[in-house]
């Protein structure tokens, strides 16, 4: 088929996608309906070009699992809690109480997505060629790529499963998959099948596929102008990113950092604007709840770090006014729901926090007008007290007014203050004085986010530091990885500089394992996709939210910072170690400040219960506090949703299987 005609195709598609047809996608989007018997095959599903509409009915599965995959991890984490408009099943969710009527739990659609995959992957021939090029194997790897990340949600939600890898075809081979496989057993195996084919196929067959640009999804009820679009490459998940998140829940922490350095490895080279952790921090707003600044900040000094423009870090959810979809830069995957009812799977994800996203006027109630979406004021979710207890205390960094006598020249001193982390007033912005009523703007958008670029990141930082690696870790907080890390090396210390020693805290060897083998990320060949230009394009999360973290002189270090929650755990845990500090503590500390970052930067996205879950597991099996030290530290994370079962035994972690 000639390209033309693919893109006329595309396009057909994407409106069977978005419509929820009944035609060519019903074979897809009905495989697992028991109320069928059968599974209605297509015989073109080997010609170059019509396996898209295959690929387009798994999408409109994962559509399907959307809200429960949303509604399983962020009701059952720390950051939100339900109000008392909220339903009975979100409730449930939050305490731990959810049984099999629960409206956000059927392993069914969850299974939907993975069947969808089975008979595409058993039955897609992969050898076809368009000229020269294989034109199949980009989406054969992509499917390969859902089905593992279906499984992987299953796993963390339910534990063991029944593990399926070929097309279901009836209703009785459905009621005949009973018996359950051991979790991990399912993860292995899907991590070997990535593995193969990632071993098997170069960076450019393991890319995402590429049918188009962006396609318009229509317009929402409330404003004929705002047509929103999608990128259909953003529907499908990075191999390698999978890849590592299947590894990392493994606990196999090498193998997961190396997947998360291929991904952004390989991205960096076809990236012509290389991958961005997004730069932009703080946007001080007065007038719509912003911090108070100390007397001796210093405006001048502290510029680069604050941010006023359309940069800011919540632009990243914000779909942009002619685009109509979140930021193409940072985000990596998400599910687009439809603007409408008449146009395909809608969500109640915005509607819990407040959003009449399929209002038919714009009678907006809150002075905010948060990206133009209708409001109300019955939201069912709110964050949780304990989320803006520590974002609004959390210690802010900036360049003081104050001179360093110590320093000929001048120089100002960094300090710290707890005036909250910045990324909480751009989530969160209250309606008038009613702090009751705080609208969380990224629910707004009606897309359901799964991978962003600091998602990569901060995992990679997650496996770096169970690899023993604490300071790497810590570097993807204050600095970002790139080439200026050389100078936080401890060998790059100058006693005339007068800055501490300790401040030059990465040991050399940890330093030289991203110069070589499989981390090689700042070596001779890849440092120029790593290296800053004058924007600095790549910088450290933390930096989104907390100021001036990155510079030498910052009291942001890692001795300090990280001892001090070393001092913290002791004592809320009252755990045995005393006096000196082991590498087994700051590596425990440090995961903490990790799942805080988590926090910060994906609040209200959808995965706080498997994260705090899977950091949870691999606390138990470190035993550096004890062999159930992280089901204590899970429970007490928990301990404000009121749970109905006692979250000390792992068994209660998961949902009934239905």
Not at 179 to 185: A, D, G, V
Not at 294 to 316: C, G, H, R, S, V
Request: contains cysteine.
């Amino acid at each position: 088929m000639a390209k033309g005609n693919h893109t006329s195709y595309f396009v057909h598609c994407t409106s069977y996608f978005l419509l929820m047809s009944v035609c060519l996608l019903a074979s897809c989007a009905d495989m697992l309906n028991t109320k069928s018997s059968r599974l209605v095959t297509d015989p073109n599903l080997n010609d170059k070009t019509d396996s898209v509409f295959y690929a387009y009915g798994i999408m409109q599965a994962m559509q399907q699992l959307a809200d429960q995959y949303y509604f399983q991890n962020e009701m059952r984490g720390d950051l939100v809690a339900p109000t008392s408009n909220a339903t009975t099943h979100l409730k449930n969710l939050a305490d731990f109480s959810a049984g099999t009527e629960n409206k956000y739990d059927s392993v069914y659609v969850y299974y939907k997505v993975i069947n969808n995959c089975n008979y595409y992957l058993q039955k897609r021939d992969t050898t076809l060629l368009s000229g020269t090029k294989n034109v199949t194997i980009n989406e054969f790897v992509g499917i390969a790529a859902f089905r593992a990340w279906a499984y992987l949600q299953l796993a963390k939600q339910y534990g063991d499963v029944p593990y399926v890898t070929s097309p279901v075809m009836s209703v009785s081979e459905i009621n005949a998959t009973t018996e359950r496989t051991p979790y991990m057993t399912i993860l292995q195996s899907q991590a070997d099948y990535l593995q193969d084919l990632k071993n098997r196929y170069s960076d450019e067959f393991l890319s995402v596929p590429y049918y188009q640009a962006s396609v318009s999804i229509g317009h929402l009820n409330y404003s004929n102008s705002r047509t929103k679009t999608m990128i259909p490459s953003k529907c499908f998940l990075p191999i390698n990113v999978v890849l590592g998140d299947i590894y990392l829940e493994m606990g196999e922490y090498k193998r997961a950092a190396e997947a998360y350095h291929d991904y952004l490895l390989s991205q960096s080279k076809t990236n012509i604007s290389k991958i961005s952790n997004n730069k932009c921090n703080f946007l001080f707003n007065h007038d719509q709840g912003g911090i108070d600044l100390p007397l001796d900040f210093n405006y001048i000094e502290n510029e680069k770090y604050l941010t006023y423009t359309i940069d800011a870090w919540d632009a990243i959810f914000s779909y942009d006014l002619r685009s109509g979809q979140p930021n193409e830069n940072e985000v990596i995957s998400y599910i687009p729901m439809a603007v409408n009812y008449t146009m395909g799977q809608t969500t109640n994800v915005p509607q819990a926090f407040g959003y009449d996203y399929y209002a038919s006027t714009n009678n907006r109630v809150s002075r905010y007008h948060i990206f133009e979406c209708p409001e109300s004021n019955e939201m069912q979710v709110q964050p949780s007290t304990d989320y803006l207890s520590m974002l609004h205390s959390a210690p802010f960094y900036y360049i003081s007014n104050e001179k360093d006598p110590s320093v000929v020249t001048t120089r100002y001193i960094f300090k710290s203050a707890n005036l909250g982390d910045g990324r909480s007033n751009m989530i969160a912005k209250g309606m008038n004085a009613d702090s009751t009523k705080l609208y969380v703007q990224k629910p707004a958008t009606g897309f359901i986010y799964l991978y962003r670029n600091t998602t990569v990141y901060l995992r990679l930082a997650e496996a770096l530091n169970r690899m023993g690696e604490p300071e790497l870790a810590f570097a993807v907080l204050k600095s970002g990885i790139h080439t200026g890390l050389k100078s936080y090396v401890d060998t790059a210390y100058v006693e005339e500089n007068k800055i501490p020693q300790e401040n030059y805290y990465i040991p050399y060897n940890s330093y030289k394992k991203l110069t070589e083998g499989n981390l090689d990320f700042l070596s001779a060949a890849n440092a120029p996709y790593f290296e800053n230009t004058a924007r600095k394009e790549i910088v450290g999360i933390h930096f989104h939210g907390a100021g001036a973290v990155e510079d030498l002189r910052s009291t942001y270090t890692y001795k300090t910072v990280v001892e001090a929650r070393i001092d913290k755990i002791r004592e809320k845990f009252s755990v045995a170690k005393q006096g000196q500090y082991d590498k087994a503590e700051y590596i425990n500390a440090v995961e903490d400040l990790l799942c805080d970052e988590y926090a910060f930067e994906f609040a209200f996205e959808g995965t706080r219960f498997s994260d705090l879950q899977r950091i949870a597991r691999h606390k138990n099996a470190d035993t550096t506090y004890g062999a159930n030290f992280g089901s204590i530290w899970f429970a007490d994370k928990l301990k404000k949703n009121n749970p109905t079962k006692s979250l000390l035994d792992p068994n209660n972690w998961y949902l009934p299987f239905k």
